[in-house]
């Protein structure tokens, strides 16, 4: 497999993991797509982490979805949201 069509891989992965997770909580959440894409990997690389330490074996996409989740949890905190509010987008530059 060629570098582009990993980096492809790693992409879709992160989408396709940080939608599932925006999902997971209610209301609406203000970030793009390449945000979601970002929060999916490292939801990823964090369930990855976890599980090689402790188990040592591969983590799963229900393990990266729940990762993944607490990190958007932790961005709506961030912003002065709830678990069901997601708070106000930051102002624009």
Do not use: C, E, H
Request: net charge positive; aromatic share 8%.
């Amino acid at each position: 497999m060629s570098f582009f069509a990993y980096i492809l891989l790693i992409a879709g992965g992160g989408i396709v993991v940080g939608a599932l997770a925006r999902l997971a909580l209610p209301g609406k959440d203000p970030m793009t797509i390449w945000q979601t894409m970002l929060v999916g990997i490292g939801g990823s690389v964090a369930a990855g982490l976890l599980t090689w330490l402790v188990l040592d074996r591969a983590p799963g996409i229900v393990l990266s979805v729940l990762f993944a989740t607490v990190i958007v949890y932790f961005i709506r905190r961030s912003r002065g949201g709830s678990l069901s509010n997601p708070g106000r987008p930051p102002p624009p530059d």
